[in-house]
């Protein structure tokens, strides 16, 4: 992964050995100023010889001034390099979204891809730009400055064989604990440019209905969740604030509903999906697994989609594998494994997948199957194929919202 993240370096690599050989010659000028300090003091000090003490001290500031020399200049390569990195990173992420497919989008939130682009490249870029000073300089001080300690007095640098497996246990540790909320980190950060982008949005919105329309709308909805206690109603409001690009507003139900004491294995289902709305992932997990003891097919699917999003593709494999000899569950069981291979841009996997799963899907189980065929051929660019399709599809399933929009980005190919 590293390979290939840092094959965008292109040109600019030769920036970052530039400052790597900068900061490795200033830190052995850092490292000879001790030495030359103790000279100093054993020699000339020692013996009261000023024209000694004068020369080693220019001496030392002749080092010092190179090395501040040598920090600018590593400072300003690693600049230089961690931009230039940044910058077609950045390009090469644009150009993949706007190779992007409608199915493809549907499954990145557009809050997560603005995150991508924006704060994950800068993070990356930043760290490219300070992180090479201390990769290089932490070794080269690590060996130099140990191996000086043990020629200027072996028992005395004892010490630092104590003291460098401390640090490194505590270092780790530090590291360990920084990385989770790191990533509850970059989801919040998700979660704030979806609510400013739906608040933008939202402005347009209230003044095509009028303020009025939409406030007793919310008074409404309010009015409802309060006199009956229904999952699918707070889904249904959801989906309707979410329709109008107002996810914020209807993550308030969604809250709602997950307060709902569950009861049966359509309430199991039902919480799953509202807390996979509203990405609290986890619980999704444990109320989709309660849900599918119970044989929720459908609950399996949502299941293998959150594992999906999460990036846990041989979780999601494993879990519709094990469901293939299930009766009732091969259809959709399939549906997964070919959303798998999908995702792992695996065109061949994925329809021989769906076309095992046609051969027992019913009802929706089927329609999903059609769709990702569509998109299947979309993967591999065989539009032809995917518009001939899509226009079967269209006949049987005309209010399939996801297809009418594949359609759209079809008839441009």
């Not at 999908?342 to 027992?360: C, P, Q, R, V």
Request: aromatic share 10%; glycine share 6%; with cysteine.
């Amino acid at each position: 992964m590293l390979k290939e993240l840092f094959s965008y370096m292109k040109q600019y690599k030769k920036y970052a050995w530039i400052s790597l050989a900068c900061i490795a010659v200033e830190c052995i000028f850092e490292l000879v100023i001790p030495l030359i300090m103790a000279d100093m003091v054993d020699v000339g000090i020692a013996n009261g010889d000023q024209d000694y003490i004068l020369h080693k001290g220019l001496v030392m500031i002749g080092c010092a001034g190179l090395a501040l020399v040598l920090g600018i200049c590593s400072a300003r390569f690693c600049a230089l390099c961690g931009q230039g990195f940044g910058a077609n990173l950045r390009e090469a992420e644009y150009r993949k979204l706007q190779s992007y497919s409608f199915s493809n989008i549907d499954h990145f939130q557009v809050s997560s891809l603005v995150t991508r682009l924006t704060s994950d490249v800068t993070v990356i870029q930043n760290s490219v730009s300070t992180g090479i000073r201390p990769l290089c300089r932490a070794p080269v001080m690590l060996f130099m400055a140990t191996g000086s300690a043990f020629v200027i007095n072996a028992r005395l640098a004892l010490v630092f064989l104590v003291a460098l497996p401390v640090l490194g246990f505590l270092l780790f540790e530090i590291v360990s604990h920084v990385g989770p909320l790191y990533t509850k980190m970059q989801t919040g950060i998700d979660r704030v440019n979806r609510i400013v982008q739906e608040n933008l949005t939202a402005v347009r919105v209230v003044r095509s209905y009028v303020r009025e329309n939409y406030e007793q709308a919310k008074v409404d909805f309010d009015a409802a969740v309060e006199t009956k206690e229904s999952y699918q109603l707070c889904l249904d409001i959801y989906e309707l604030y979410q329709e109008s690009s107002m996810k914020a507003d209807g993550d308030r139900y969604l809250e709602a509903a997950v307060k709902i004491e569950s009861k049966t294995t359509e309430d199991y289902y039902n919480i799953g999906c509202a807390y996979y709305y509203l990405e609290e992932q986890d619980e999704a997990v444990k109320a989709f697994s309660k849900a599918m003891k119970d044989g929720s097919s459908a609950a399996m699917e949502m299941l293998g989609e959150v594992y999906l999003s999460n990036g846990q593709n041989d979780e999601a494999k494993a879990l519709f594998s094990s469901y293939l000899s299930t009766d009732g569950f091969a259809a959709a069981a399939n549906n997964g494994l070919a959303l798998c291979a999908l995702a792992e841009n695996d065109t061949d996997s994925a329809l021989s997948y769906i076309e095992e799963g046609l051969k027992t899907a019913e009802d929706s189980d089927r329609e999903n199957l059609l769709f990702n065929q569509i998109v299947s051929y979309e993967k591999r660019a065989d539009f032809d194929t995917a518009k001939s399709l899509m226009a079967d599809f269209l006949a049987a399933y005309p209010e399939n919202t996801a297809a009418q929009r594949e359609n759209t980005f079809l008839q441009n190919r």
